[in-house]
């Protein structure tokens, strides 16, 4: 992360849309001390403002094991990666931390973040570190588009955490 600058968060430049689901990024929740920490790569979410506080919100299903960190901790990082590491994304999104050391499969090297307890990576060309704000479940009942539906053949339906940012470091792509 020696290339990464901090900025204001109303500074960061990007098309979130793109960041999501296009480049993808990892979720880390844990304590980067204790090597008590998971990730999984995301490409729902978003990013803006809310209760006047830059904030992102990230969705898990209870099903994954990064929800337990997730539960457990009260921040999270997002870090996002030059396509370089697309594979290594991919793996890291399909395949669990209950099975092992994931992140031994990858490029990928966490390192402390600045302010939160998750870590983030020396790779990353973008770190967002974030304490949570708010978190809620999403009920299917609430689903005013019919189609969502097709999102949860399992009925694991996604909780929302809410992150107020509170370190944004960056190389000059996101400035």
Not at 8 to 22: E, I, M, S, V
Not at 60 to 66: A, E
Not at 72 to 90: E, G, I, M, R
Request: a neutral charge.
């Amino acid at each position: 992360m020696t290339n990464l600058v901090q900025i204001d968060p109303k500074d960061f430049c990007a098309k979130p849309h793109f960041l999501f689901d296009r480049q993808w990024l990892l979720l880390t929740a844990g304590d980067y001390a204790s090597n008590t920490f998971n990730t999984m790569t995301i490409g729902w979410g978003s990013i803006g403002t809310m209760w006047n506080k830059p904030y992102v919100s990230v969705v898990v299903r209870p099903t994954r094991y990064t929800y337990q960190f997730m539960e457990k901790y009260p921040d999270f990082t997002l870090t996002a990666f030059s396509k370089d590491y697309q594979k290594d994304l991919s793996y890291l999104g399909s395949h669990s931390g209950r099975d092992g050391n994931k992140l031994a499969q990858t490029k990928f090297t966490p390192v402390a973040a600045q302010k939160v307890a998750s870590p983030s990576f020396a790779e990353a060309e973008l770190s967002i570190e974030c304490l949570k704000i708010y978190t809620s479940d999403f009920d299917p009942n609430r689903f005013i588009d019919a189609s969502i539906e097709k999102n949860y053949p399992q009925k694991d339906y996604h909780r929302v955490y809410y992150g107020e940012i509170v370190n944004l470091l960056c190389t000059e792509k996101y400035r």
